[in-house]
T-cell receptor, first 115, second 119 residues
Framework: AQSVAQPEDQVNVAEGNPLTVKCTYSVSGNPYLFWYVQYPNRGLQFLLKYITGDNLVKGSYGFEAEFNKSQTSFHLKKPSALVSDSALYFC?????????????FGKGTRLSVIA | GAVVSQHPSRVICKSGTSVKIECRSLDFQATTMFWYRQFPKQSLMLMATSNEGSKATYEQGVEKDKFLINHASLTLSTLTVTSAHPEDSSFYIC???????????????FGQGTRLTVV
């Protein structure tokens, strides 16, 4: 079975500071990992993904994430946070060997960037 | 990128009535779509997998007779909440992947979500 853990319900960071939103995963096959962001009363917007290749992936709005196989982690990072980054962030995983299966989501981390 | 459109974005209905939510893939064909439910301050809970031309696959604990899913074409899936009750009030989100462009590694795209309030 697949699972995703986001250990922090809330992350607070000052504007301009670097931010990290943590994610660890469990999957039996090859992990396909995704980050999404959700603004109030909206659907999820895709930020970035790791499928294979370079462990550091870059995505939308200056976000990046690093795949660490030994630690089974896929933390989301941004060098300099903006107030507009404040939102709910979801990490998700799919077993790469299982075809068109749904994503399994973490419980989400609320990011608050303070001016 | 691929776009998934969901309608309506917000609906209020009386208890006992039915509500239909539409999910469309606008620029790609989706043989499979997924329906999620999100409770306040919680993650997305997968309700069912909608398969074009065949019956939907429901997750354990989801009543198939209450949440009717129809996937009549490659670009449209509908979720009908039948005989709605206040406890059905929630945020419903659909998603789909453009499998034609990248296989299993393709990201899923999500509709805007539907806020259902049953009074």
């Amino acid at each position: 079975a697949q699972s995703v853990a986001q250990p922090e319900d809330q992350v607070n960071v000052a504007e301009g500071n670097p931010l990290t939103v943590k994610c660890t995963y469990s999957v039996s096959g090859n992990p396909y990992l995704f980050w999404y962001v959700q603004y109030p009363n909206r659907g999820l917007q895709f930020l970035l993904k790791y499928i294979t290749g370079d462990n550091l992936v870059k995505g939308s709005y200056g976000f990046e994430a690093e795949f660490n196989k030994s630690q089974t982690s896929f933390h989301l990072k941004k060098p300099s946070a903006l107030v507009s980054d404040s939102a709910l962030y979801f990490c998700a995983v799919r077993d790469g060997g299982r075809g068109n299966t749904p994503l399994v989501f973490g419980k989400g981390t609320r990011l608050s960037v303070i001016a | 990128g691929a776009v998934v459109s969901q309608h309506p974005s917000r609906v209020i209905c009386k208890s006992g009535t039915s509500v239909k939510i539409e999910c469309r893939s606008l620029d790609f064909q989706a043989t499979t779509m997924f329906w999620y439910r999100q409770f306040p301050k919680q993650s997305l809970m997968l309700m069912a997998t909608s398969n074009e031309g065949s019956k939907a696959t429901y997750e354990q604990g989801v009543e198939k007779d209450k949440f009717l899913i129809n996937h009549a074409s490659l670009t449209l899936s509908t979720l009908t909440v039948t005989s709605a009750h206040p406890e059905d009030s929630s945020f419903y989100i659909c998603s789909a992947r453009d499998q034609g462009t990248g296989g299993a590694g393709t990201e899923a795209f999500f509709g805007q979500g539907t806020r259902l309030t049953v009074v």
